[in-house]
Structures are given as structure tokens and as C-alpha cells.
């Protein structure tokens, strides 16, 4: 209780400038790309960095954050006829399918200072969702004519909960620390339509990141 | 949708591996299909399976997507005889879940009902949706491309929006007037037959146990006389085969394991039996000479019935014979799984026997009746024999061409130039098209960028050959032209989803 009430009451130096290594994963659960490419979800690895706003002596922190993450699922689609009335008759080629999913995200994140190593936050950022999809129905052949892809793009809105755990680098005295974040929420994406591949994908749903990085 | 090009395929490939390969996942399809294109005024038309929609190429290159809305698919293509006009059949849905509310998809309704039309594809201008029952499945148009028929295969898919679905009508679409109308005629109808010459005037519909005579005349159409095929309840008579004379006035009708043909006067109405060898398998009308050829699987007779005093003469085969063609001046009958090809001259009826080396697969007939070329697969092993059918100094040669094949025997077309007639040959696996010509032999071949299913003429001298890659690819070949092939089509739509009707005037 003493420690709490000491660890409240000391100058707090909430926000930071930061750059960090992040895993996320999307847990869309969509109908197209489970039907067509045979995930509801997707994870990847990206780079998110913050410019603090606030900070020195502020327990509230607020940091304008930039971030990138890819995604991508490469599947063997294995076509097969349901009407087919014998076992060779099942099998009907399959489909090469690469899908890319790049996340551009601009947001704001407040944090709270609590004893210079946990620091809980919210994340709010808008972002714009690349992707692409490219289908190859003879990989093994390079250059033939059914090479073929498409684009797309959505707008996105995500919202996190999260916390931070960061090396005292007061106690320290060190100018540059290192974090570990964690946080949760839910993105709401506009769909996505791939050309004449048609579909609307809507990678709406839950998100959960984690990652590492350098506070400054 | 765009190719992808060879350098950013490889970077591609570096940043998958990076990322893993993760696996495969079941894909319904098929996207399309190669084995059935339909042509119409110069264009290949193929059903996108997945899409719901139709793609129509073109051999400059073009490709355009046709489709009837995102809320219904083209499942069915029908193609008029001389390929000048093309329908659809579409398939909507709804959804009768009573606890569909907020639906939108039909992958998302546990019970969809379906509704079907015909539609007109080609020549564009007329976008009525004609409804068709859920038990049509065999379509026939007339000589003169007026009428449409669809009769029942016996796949009912479903039972219609009143839950009730007639199984002894037959569907009839006037095109000239926009007419569509049902109309009983008995129950499995499966056979249609035009009579009128130039203009089609009536029709004959097999159904079991009867035969109906249509008037198409009158502004609906009307059945006009019904010709029962037993009188004994018990009895089970299912017509097979239909052929009416020259003159129109009499239908001929064989039976499904019966040998009895009945005769059926038009004029009159009457039924007259005549008695056969059996159940033929091949019955074709001699016009030149006012009569009925009838060849049987199993048995080695060709019988010819005359067509003034229904006399049957008698001409002997060395075995029997499943097939039957009729050229000018000579038929060929054979069997798939016999060697024997007979030609018979119809003046004299002297019968030649040809003595294949395999039984055939598949048996061609060039378009100047010159020569057949027969397509066998011994032990797995690619043969093509041909026949030489002409004269020589009044006599035959009788010993066939063989020749060995890299594969299989896939499809044959032929093409004219001066003097000659060519062969154009798929075999299975094989990434080329083969050209031999008749007579020299002159062998040539054309490289396919896949191995292909089929092959058949487009128009004048311009041949398609459509290959089995699941996102589709179609070549083009004219003969002194290169090769020029479309593909990419089978994935448009393939991210689709079928959306449900909504019906304004009821709740889903």
C-alpha cells in the first residue's frame, strides 16, 4: 500500500516517443476467405512507431502513433466437383492463392504512468487495408497465361486496450529503455472487392497485437 | 485482374516462402467447363460454374462476362441448331427460413427455394425472364428456331413456389410471339419431334405409354390427337426413338426393349405394329429413297423398312452394329465394341466389310465422306486407323490406315484446303494439336499452351480447343494463323456470393 501510494505520488514521465516490433492477428472469421482460401484469420509481423505529445512530468501520456503490418496466407485450393459420381472424378486441379494484406494505420494512444514499468493505455487509429490476391492455376509452370491478380483497398477503424511493461529507465538512468506491449480490441473494415474476382472480404473483427520495442 | 509479371512472380515467391506456405484448403468447383462449349454466331460461349455467369470469346481475343444480376445464376446454356440464337436457363433463389430475417446470401439460408427462367442470351435485345418448372431439363428447338420445348429428365430439382410440380406437361416457348405456355401431354415426356417441314407447324412428344400429336398453330398450343401405346394398365411402354417420314405423314417409334415398331398415321390417326429383329439401336430415314434403315447392337442384320407397304428387307452383317451413318449413296454401320465397319450401297445394298485393327472409341466421318478415321486406345496406348470409303476402279480397299499415337485419341475436326482434307487430332497429354492430311498423309503439328479437352469449329475454317486449366483457357486456331489463346476467365466472380431474391411483396 506505502509502495502504491509512493509510486503514485512520484514525477511521472508518462509518454514517450517509441518504436517497436509488433505481431498482430485478425480474427475476421469473413465468408469469403474462409469458403475460398480456407482461413477465417490472419497474423503477421509489422513496425509501429509514436511521436509523444505529451510528456515530462504528465502521468497521462499521449503518444500520435504510425504503424504498418503485413499479412499474408499462401493456400493450395484443391478444386473438386461435388456432382462427381466416382473417386476420379472428384479432383479437378488446384489453385495456387497468395494473399497479402498490408495495414497502414495512423492513431493515438493515452497511457497512464504507474511506477515507471506498467503503463496501461487505449489505442485508437485509422487505417487503410492494401491488399492484394494473386491465383496461379500451374505454379510449376513460371510465365504461363494464367498468372493473374487483383487489388483492393478499405478503409479501417481499430480500437486496442493494452498495457505496457518498459525497463524503469528512470531508476536507471538510461535515456533509451525497452517495452513489451499486449493489447486487444476490434477493427471495423469497409470490404474489400478484388477486380473481376469480385467478393466483398470484410476483415472486421477482433485484433490482438504484441510486440517489442525502444522507448525514448 | 491483370497477368502478373515473371520478375514480381519471383519476389513473390521469396516473400511466401518467408512467410510459409500454409497449407491447402477443399475449393468447390469447377469454375467452368471444358468439355462443353457452346457456339453461337462465331463466339465460344462457356458457363462460369462458380460465378453463376457466362463468358463469351472471341478468337481476336475478346472476352466479356455476361451475367443476370448477383442474385441469379446461369446454370444451363441452349444453343439453337444452326447457332444463331442462345438461352439461358437462371436459377434464382429466396429463402423460406422462418427465421431468415436480415439474410443476404443464399450460403447463408438453410432452406433456399429456387426459381427458374429462360432467358434470351443471343441476339441481345429481349431481357424477359421466362419462369421455367423445376422439372424441365431436356430442351429442343424447332428447324425454324421458333419454338422452344423443355421436357422432363427426371431430375426434379425441387417442387416451385406452390409446392407442387407437374410431371406429365411439357414446356413450350413461341419466340416469335413471346408466348410460354404448359401443356399436359403425359407423364415422363422425354421426346420431342417437329413436323412442317420449313416452318414448324405441330410436334410429336413421347411420353410413357403415349405419344401426343401438338398443334402449334393456334395462339396457345393444343393437343390434337394422343396415340396410347397399350391398352393394358399393367403394361409398361416406354418410347425410345422417333423418326418421321419424308412426306410427314407418319411417325415411326421404337420402344425401350421391345421389338416392336409402331407406326403412327399423322393424317389418320392410327397405330400400325410392325414386327423387328429386336430393339434397334440406330433407326435413320433413307429420304432419297422413302425408307427406314434400323441397325441392332446385337445382331448382325440391317433391316430397311419401306415407307409405302411397311415391307422389311433384310441385309446380313457379319456382327451387329450400334452406330449408323448415312452419306450419299452408301451408310456406314459399326459398333463401339466391335471392329467390323460395314458400308452398304443403297442402291444395290451390296455390303463391304472394313476390318478395324481396335474397336473404336470414337469413329469420324469426314465431312466429303473420303474417308473415316477411328480413334482406339488398346491397353491404354493411342491408335487412329482410317478408312479409306472411296472407289477404285469399282473396288475398295478395305484395309485401314493404322497409325500409333503419343496418347490417346482426345477429339478429331476436320478442314478443307483445295484438294485436301486434314485431320486436326488431340491426344491426351500431349500439348499439341496434330494435323495429318488426306490423302498425301502429310503430318504436321501446332504447339498448345496446355494440354487440351476438345476441339471443334467456330466457324469457317477458325477450330477451338479448350484446355482443363481450372481458371480457364481457350485457343484459337486457324489454320496458317498463329495460335491465339484467352484464359483467366474461370476466376471472374470467384469471390462472389449469390445473393438471395427479395421479394417486395413478402417477407423472406
Known amino acids: 500500500m506505502i509502495a502504491l501510494l509512493l509510486a503514485l505520488s512520484a514525477p511521472a514521465v508518462a509518454a514517450r516517443h517509441e518504436l517497436s516490433f509488433e505481431y498482430a492477428a485478425t480474427l475476421h472469421g469473413d465468408e469469403v476467405t474462409g469458403d475460398v482460401g480456407g482461413f477465417w484469420a490472419h497474423d503477421g509481423f509489422g513496425l509501429r512507431g509514436g511521436y509523444a505529445v505529451l510528456r515530462d512530468r504528465q502521468r497521462m501520456g499521449l503518444v500520435i502513433t504510425g504503424a504498418w503490418s503485413h499479412a499474408s496466407r499462401v493456400r493450395d485450393g484443391e478444386l473438386f466437383d461435388p456432382a462427381a459420381t466416382t473417386y476420379d472424378g472428384t479432383y479437378l486441379g488446384s489453385l495456387e492463392q497468395r494473399w497479402r494484406f498490408d495495414t497502414f494505420a495512423l492513431g493515438a494512444k493515452a497511457d497512464l504512468d504507474l511506477g515507471n514499468v506498467f503503463y496501461p493505455y487505449v489505442h485508437v487509429q485509422a487505417a487503410l487495408i492494401a491488399s492484394g490476391l494473386r491465383l496461379d492455376d500451374d505454379p510449376e509452370r513460371p510465365g504461363n497465361p494464367n498468372e493473374l491478380a487483383a487489388r483492393a483497398l478499405a478503409p479501417a477503424g481499430v480500437f486496442t486496450v493494452g498495457f505496457e511493461l518498459m525497463l524503469p529507465d528512470r531508476k536507471l538512468g538510461w535515456p533509451v529503455t525497452a517495452a513489451f506491449f499486449f493489447d486487444a480490441g476490434y477493427q471495423v473494415a469497409g470490404p474489400l472487392t478484388y477486380g473481376d474476382f469480385g467478393g466483398k472480404v470484410d476483415l472486421s473483427g477482433a485484433v490482438v497485437r504484441t510486440g517489442v520495442g525502444l522507448r525514448m | ?508
Not at chain 2, 15 to 39: F, K, M, R, S
Open chain 2, 1 to 508: 485482374m491483370r497477368p502478373v509479371p515473371a520478375r514480381a512472380s519471383g519476389a513473390l515467391a521469396l516473400v511466401a516462402a518467408l512467410a510459409g506456405c500454409d497449407g491447402w484448403n477443399d475449393l468447390e468447383g469447377p469454375l467452368w467447363t471444358p468439355e462443353a462449349p457452346t457456339v453461337v454466331d462465331g463466339h465460344l460461349y462457356v458457363t462460369l460454374d462458380r460465378a453463376g455467369d457466362v463468358a463469351r470469346l472471341s478468337p481476336d481475343g475478346e472476352v466479356r462476362i455476361l451475367s443476370a444480376g448477383d442474385d441469379t445464376e446461369i446454370s444451363r446454356l441452349v444453343p439453337s441448331p444452326d447457332g444463331t440464337v442462345l438461352l439461358a436457363v437462371t436459377t434464382s433463389w429466396r429463402c423460406d427460413d422462418p427465421d431468415a430475417g436480415g439474410l443476404v446470401y443464399v450460403d447463408e439460408c438453410g432452406e433456399p427455394v429456387a426459381r427458374r427462367h429462360v432467358r434470351v442470351l443471343h441476339p441481345e435485345g429481349d431481357d424477359t425472364a421466362r419462369p421455367l418448372g423445376p422439372a424441365y431439363g431436356t430442351f429442343a428447338f424447332s428447324p425454324d428456331g421458333r419454338f422452344v420445348v423443355a421436357v422432363q429428365d427426371g431430375d426434379v430439382v425441387g417442387v416451385g413456389d406452390d409446392g407442387i410440380a407437374d410431371l406429365g406437361a411439357v414446356w413450350v416457348f413461341d419466340r416469335r410471339d413471346g408466348v410460354v405456355s404448359e401443356l399436359p401431354v403425359g407423364f415422363d415426356a422425354h421426346r420431342v419431334l417437329f413436323t412442317g417441314g420449313d416452318e414448324t407447324t405441330g410436334m410429336l412428344v413421347l411420353s410413357r405409354r403415349r405419344v401426343a400429336l401438338v398443334d402449334l398453330t393456334e395462339a396457345v398450343p393444343v393437343v390434337e390427337a394422343t396415340f396410347p401405346l397399350t391398352l393394358d394398365a399393367d403394361a409398361e411402354v416406354r418410347p425410345r426413338d422417333v423418326v418421321l417420314t419424308p412426306d410427314g405423314t407418319h411417325a415411326l417409334i421404337s420402344v425401350t426393349g421391345s421389338s416392336d415398331l409402331y407406326v403412327l398415321d399423322l393424317v389418320n390417326p392410327s397405330i400400325n405394329i410392325v414386327s423387328l429383329a429386336g430393339e434397334p439401336s440406330r433407326m435413320v430415314v433413307d429420304a432419297a429413297r422413302d425408307r427406314t434403315l434400323l441397325t441392332y447392337a446385337r445382331r448382325g442384320v440391317l433391316e430397311i423398312l419401306s415407307h409405302d407397304l411397311w415391307e422389311i428387307r433384310d441385309v446380313a452383317l457379319d456382327e451387329g452394329a450400334g452406330e449408323l451413318w448415312l452419306g450419299d449413296g452408301f451408310a456406314l454401320a459399326w459398333d463401339p465394341d466391335g471392329r467390323d465397319v460395314h458400308r452398304i450401297d443403297l442402291e444395290t445394298l451390296r455390303v463391304t466389310e472394313y476390318r478395324l485393327n481396335w474397336a473404336p472409341h470414337a469413329f469420324h466421318v469426314a465431312p466429303d465422306a473420303s474417308f473415316a478415321v477411328a480413334l482406339s486406345a488398346p491397353g491404354g496406348a493411342g491408335r487412329l486407323e482410317i478408312l479409306d470409303l472411296r472407289v477404285h476402279d469399282g473396288r475398295y480397299h478395305t484395309d485401314p490406315r493404322p497409325f500409333a499415337l503419343a496418347g490417346p485419341g482426345l477429339d478429331v475436326a476436320f478442314t478443307t484446303e483445295e484438294a485436301e482434307t486434314t485431320v486436326l487430332l488431340l491426344q491426351q497429354g500431349q500439348d499439341a494439336l496434330y494435323a495429318l492430311r488426306w490423302p498425301s498423309l502429310a503430318r504436321s503439328e501446332v504447339a498448345l499452351p496446355s494440354a487440351p479437352v476438345a476441339i471443334g469449329a467456330l466457324d469457317g475454317d477458325t477450330f477451338y480447343v479448350t484446355h482443363p486449366d481450372p481458371l480457364g483457357l481457350v485457343s484459337f486456331y486457324e489454320p496458317g494463323e498463329e495460335l491465339r489463346s484467352v484464359g483467366g476467365f474461370g476466376a471472374v466472380g470467384l469471390l462472389d456470393r449469390t445473393k438471395l431474391v427479395v421479394d417486395d411483396e413478402e417477407a423472406r
